[in-house]
Nanobody
Framework: QVQLVESGGGLVQAGGSLRLSCAAS????????MGWFRQAPGKEREFVAS????????YYADSVKGRFTISRDNAKNTVYLQMNSLKPEDTAVYYC?????????????????WGQGTQVTVSS
């Protein structure tokens, strides 16, 4: 069992930055790949970024590549999503997720544990 809690969301103007955090507890954090997903109202949950357990292999959605950076601190059981150059289309609830298989998959069904989400709103 793994519990995940996101924080750091909020309201920001287009072009601004936010840093999301996801703290894990319950079981050791290090074996899991960690992913960030987002979901806007009426839309499917979509992949944003992921990192395998080493943190050295990362993946990004094309829509955020070059703007967002995923990182992890296994000693602190925390993963981060640094979001720069935010656009209104980035507005969504952002979720972190843990994947036991350590694939860093782009598909939500591959992940075993999910946080409750944190709202990110980007104004134009």
């Amino acid at each position: 069992q793994v519990q995940l809690v996101e924080s750091g969301g909020g309201l920001v103007q287009a072009g601004g930055s936010l840093r999301l955090s996801c703290a894990a507890s319950g079981r050791t954090f290090s074996p899991y790949a960690m992913g960030w997903f987002r979901q806007a109202p009426g839309k499917e949950r979509e992949f944003v970024a992921s990192a395998r357990n080493s943190g050295t292999i990362t993946y990004y959605a094309d829509s955020v590549k070059g703007r967002f950076t995923i990182s992890r601190d296994n000693a602190k059981n925390t993963v981060y999503l640094q979001m720069n150059s935010l656009k209104p289309e980035d507005t969504a609830v952002y979720y972190c997720a843990a994947e036991l298989t350590n694939w860093g998959s782009r598909t939500p069904d591959s992940y075993d544990y999910w946080g409750q989400g944190t709202q990110v709103t980007v104004s134009s």
